[in-house]
């Protein structure tokens, strides 16, 4: 767990890849990868944060933390901490409305 | 018990199903269905050697026969690594010891999330038992114009597929057409058995769009009021609100109804009295089983508030909200928003609030929220806190209508604990059960009315065991005190209370309880109250109502005999703090697996509760001089 996340804010539009910590809220990304324990990722698929589907993030709470992110029909609440190692490439523009 | 796996079929009747298991994810309103079915004909049971607890109840299928349905644990897939999921495969392969194999699985998906839940399915499906597939919340389906096509869904699971609703009772007759028909097991065509949850995932997507399955929008009511509860500011505020407000509710509405119950309870024992004659029996009767158990009783209206506002609280959908609003303040000491909700039950009882900490994925959090639980101002601690803070306290108001030095007492207690609680946590989340970050995930259900029924369900459950509790330990209790303060037996009449072998026991501890300001009388007190805490209070009414000198059996006068004002201090304190309750040791027992937590655990609450309450005791004596 002491991965280092290489791509760093400053990079993310260029890359398009980045950290779902790094999505503003009203922004989407794809799942790319969870680097995470075996059971937590487990978790987090069973929940819908499977590589491939689309993740947004719904909004924070108080004082930034957690946020709470919508994966298809399920709204999920996550720290930031734990959303720095789920890997997503951004979609589109920040998304208005839903 | 591998014989179990093989099918049965002289065991089966014509419709073939006996016994059925219910399955689903947690969200998918599976218990509101299972009680829609079962009604009150459920009880609650363990399985063998696990901690996990399950309900059986029965329904009648068409035929008008028995057929009992089996509540497993909401799951959502059958990874043998949680114990739930565990416990829920060994059930379904008929692996449980005593527990025979169902005879049939009925799965309950929430029909607004099918792509996840189908992942859940697919794994019971392939178990290869006659399966049943309900998509629930048809009518939130409906309302958010979702939909989804069951005939293709049920071709490509290969299982009859009904959508229900357990809310308004729609299409429930599916379960019974499922019950009665001779059920054959599935035949999946092309069902991801083994895979990886990716896979599985994938599998899901396909069928859903082949099934030409819409995910319904989300409920716009759902936003507004996150946009309020989660709001930055309001959130909060509403927070602290609302945990106001449940207080206030358990003492303002609760009070009276005690009242009234006190009133009828000793209606009835005045009458069994009249209609017994004078002598032990009566005694008994009336000062060991009546007035003992009752004593208790009178906290059941409380008891069932409290449960009935966190089943609100819970069912509303807003206690996940109260979670991500409280997780930036758990993780200061080290625990996270989870923790927060088995610790919010904790004020009702510990016992259930320790098997709520189930939720609780990291073992070593899990065990820091067991072991600071029961710091947590518990309602057996209430009768307590009542009788003393009246007794000693005079109410006068302190800021206006709103709080009074009473209520300012009380809630002083209940502060006290939380800080106690914290403090240990911080304690050991830095020492013996460190770990990293449990990483906190939680699902957010949309806000929704919580159902009386399924509310009035769990109160009865509660009240039951409650009553239970009263019935047998404490009963038991009451009836060895009864005889401990009515012999040795002199020439056929019941001895002095000071000649009794309760008061043996009473000075025997004195010598260690003096320095706290308690005589032998509270030592009995606290020694009976190991049991439970509230039987503190049934002891010194049985000791004070057969005491010559204290002819009013009223026991606040009593008390204010017994003890000097730092006295009745120490003696919150020490009730804020020490581990008098049987029924949470062994839960703690039973979820921790080992002797160790609890014995470790008693340990050190007592030791703290009576540092805590010798310096109170000195504290309060050095201001009031």
New interface residues.
Partial sequence: ?IFNFIFGRRHRHAQGNGALADLQVGERGIVRELR?DH??A???????F???LEVSV??S???G??R?Y??????????R??SRYIEVSLVGAAAFG? | MTCHAVARPEEQNAAGVRTVAVVG?PNSGKTTLYNRLTGLRQKVANFPGVTVEHHVGYMRNPLSEEVALIDLPGI??L?P?SEDERVAVEVLQGKMPGMPRPDAVIVVL?S?????HL?LAARVIALGLPTLVLLNMADELKRQKGAVDVLALARELGTPVALVSATTGEGLEAVRNFLSATSSPPEPLELPVVGS??SV??WAVRVGETANYR????PVWTKRL??IF????W??LIFLAVIVAVFQMIFVAGKPLQDILQGFLDATGARVGAILSDGMLRSLIINGVWKGAGSVVVFLPQILLLFLVIGILEDSGYL?RA???A??TM?RVGL??KSFIPLLSAYACAVPAIMATRTI?NKRDRIATILIAPFMTCSARLPVYTMVIAAFIPGRPVLGPFLSTRAAAMLGLYVLGFLMAVFTARILKSTILRS??A??????PPYRWPMPASLGLRLVDRGKAFLYRAGTVIMLISIVLWAATNFPMHNGQPPAIQDSWVASVGHAIEPVIRPLGFDWKIGVGLVTSLAAREVIIATLGTLNGIDAEVHSFDLQMALRQELTLPGAVALLVFFAFAMQCMSTLAVVRRETNSWTWPAAQFAYMTVVAYVSAYAAYHITGYFIR
């Avoid at chain 1, 487990?42 to 819908?48: A, C, D, S, T, W």
């Avoid at chain 1, 994966?71 to 999920?76: K, L, S």
């Avoid at chain 2, 995910?215 to 989300?218: M, Q, V, Y």
């Avoid at chain 2, 989660?230 to 500011?233: A, D, F, G, K, S």
Wanted: glycine share 8%; hydrophobic share 30%.
């Fill in positions: 767990m995470l059971s937590i487990e978790h987090l698929m069973n929940l819908g499977v590589p491939g719904e909004r709470g108080p004082g933390d957690p709470v919508r994966v298809e029909g399920t709204e999920v609440a996550l720290r901490e734990l839903d | 994810p959502y897939s990874h690594k929430n607004n999330n099918l792509n996840t992942v949850t990716r995932r994938e995910r319904p929008a989300t996150d946009n989660l709001h930055r500011v959130g909060p996940a979670a991500v609003i997780d930036r993780s996270n928003g994925e990293k970050d990483p906190f995930i939680l699902e957010m």
